[in-house]
């Protein structure tokens, strides 16, 4: 790979959301979980599914699986199969919304007619991006954009033991494209499916206020002026 070419990859991975300067846009290092325990819940910082980005080839599925997975054509089929193969603690609403988001990639790594080791990261890089999200009451847009921005750019570069070069220019573009097409565009949504919903009641009842009545003077009587 020349130098130009990963001076280009590195210039696609730019922060491409916000009109800020790169240096205020915030680091993984930036989420670590903070160990002091404040004596106001609300003010402790919420520990990280993830706290530092690795490579993640092999996170979903394996060589075999990933090879069956994309041999099959009716998304029926790969729903279910997909479904077999989630990790026990996806339940419920949780579950079946990440199904359809990784039937939606798989169907993307089809079209792209890509190869077994690249289809498999994608959906790695797919699930520990949601995996993330949904473990982090703090995540916002930007921290999940930049977070699987991160992903891609450790799959793009070749510079071993943290880097590997899998996709090419391209191929990245491509995978960030769909990533902001499919998941980023629904944060909202999958946000409001996925992460609890929190309310505030208070136990208490206002009192009825006492209106104070003004106590009525009597009106003095006028004197009736006599004629002269």
């Given at each position: 790979?020349?130098?130009?070419?990963?001076?280009?990859?590195?210039?696609?991975?730019?922060?491409q959301?916000?009109s800020?300067?790169?240096n205020?846009?915030?680091?993984?290092?930036?989420?670590?979980?903070?160990?002091q325990?404040?004596?106001?819940?609300?003010?402790?910082?919420?520990?990280?599914?993830?706290?530092?980005?690795?490579?993640?080839?092999?996170?979903?599925?394996?060589?075999?699986?990933?090879?069956?997975?994309?041999?099959?054509?009716?998304?029926?089929?790969?729903?279910?199969?997909?479904?077999?193969?989630?990790?026990?603690?996806l339940?419920?609403?949780?579950?079946e919304?990440?199904?359809?988001?990784?039937?939606?990639?798989?169907?993307?790594?089809?079209?792209?007619e890509?190869?077994?080791?690249?289809?498999?990261t994608?959906?790695?890089?797919?699930?520990?991006?949601?995996?993330y999200?949904?473990?982090?009451?703090?995540?916002?847009?930007?921290?999940?954009?930049?977070?699987?921005?991160?992903?891609?750019?450790?799959?793009?570069?070749?510079?071993?033991?943290?880097?590997?070069?899998?996709?090419?220019?391209?191929?990245?573009?491509?995978?960030?494209?769909?990533?902001?097409?499919?998941?980023?565009?629904?944060?909202?949504?999958?946000?409001?499916?996925?992460?609890?919903?929190?309310?505030?009641?208070?136990?208490?009842t206002?009192?009825t206020?006492?209106?104070?009545?003004?106590?009525?003077?009597?009106?003095?009587s006028?004197?009736?002026?006599?004629?002269?």
């Open positions: 790979m020349e130098w130009n070419e990963i001076a280009n990859v590195r210039d696609l991975f730019r922060y959301i916000s800020l300067p790169i205020n846009v915030p680091k993984i290092e930036d989420f670590a979980c903070d160990n325990v404040h004596k106001i819940t609300a003010f402790n910082q919420t520990e990280s599914c993830v706290k530092e980005l690795k490579l993640s080839q092999w996170k979903f599925l394996d060589f075999v699986k990933t090879e069956e997975l994309l041999q099959l054509t009716n998304p029926q089929q790969i729903y279910k199969f997909i479904g077999s193969n989630l990790q026990p603690f339940k419920g609403r949780t579950k919304l990440f199904i359809k988001l990784m039937v939606d990639v798989t169907k993307f790594c089809q079209k792209q890509y190869i077994t080791q690249k289809a498999t994608v959906l790695s890089q797919f699930y520990q991006t949601h995996i999200f949904i473990c982090n009451a703090d995540s916002t847009a930007e921290k999940i954009y930049i977070y699987f921005k991160d992903l891609v750019l450790q799959h793009s570069l070749p510079f071993p033991p943290n880097y590997e070069k899998v996709f090419n220019l391209k191929e990245s573009r491509d995978i960030l494209q769909c990533f902001v097409k499919i998941y980023l565009r629904n944060l909202p949504l999958i946000k409001y499916l996925d992460l609890p919903i929190w309310a505030l009641y208070l136990n208490y206002i009192p206020p006492l209106i104070v009545k003004k106590e009525k003077h009597q009106k003095k006028k004197k009736k002026k006599g004629k002269k």
